[in-house]
């Protein structure tokens, strides 16, 4: 399994950013339930999650410090994921992380409940 995260860079307090998570590898094709997610760790901050999406159903989970700012969506088509932020704020400045968990049908935002991870991409916030 290979997730590759992109989209971040720099943009002042109000601005918007699209996250993207291209997926790929066989297992992918096995499950027919996988939840996607995306995670973000800032600086000297544990790793927090943001939002998640079941792939299947396409509902949706988010954390209250981005609902109503942030929206995961997906195209099965591309198995790609993303993440649309609004509004953003200087303390969404962090790392974010897409993820994968496979054969889950219920919602959690524990780290420790996705098996695979993205390598990160940069969110910086300018206030």
């Known amino acids: 399994v290979q997730l590759q995260a992109s989209g971040g860079g720099l943009v002042q307090a109000g601005g918007s950013l699209r996250l993207s998570c291209a997926a790929s590898?066989?297992?992918?094709?096995?499950?027919?339930?996988?939840?996607m997610g995306w995670f973000r760790q800032g600086p000297g901050k544990e790793r927090e999650f943001v939002a998640e999406?079941?792939?299947?159903?396409?509902?949706?989970y988010y954390a209250d410090s981005v609902k109503g700012r942030f929206t995961i969506s997906r195209d099965s088509a591309k198995n790609m994921v993303y993440l649309q932020m609004n509004s953003l704020k200087s303390e969404d400045t962090a790392v974010y992380y897409c993820a994968a968990d496979f054969g889950r049908t219920y919602y959690s935002a524990s780290p420790r409940a996705y098996d695979y991870w993205g390598q990160g991409t940069q969110v910086t916030v300018s206030s």
């Open positions: 590898g066989r297992t992918f094709s096995r499950f027919s339930r996988y939840v």
């Open positions: 999406i079941q792939w299947s159903s396409g509902i949706t």
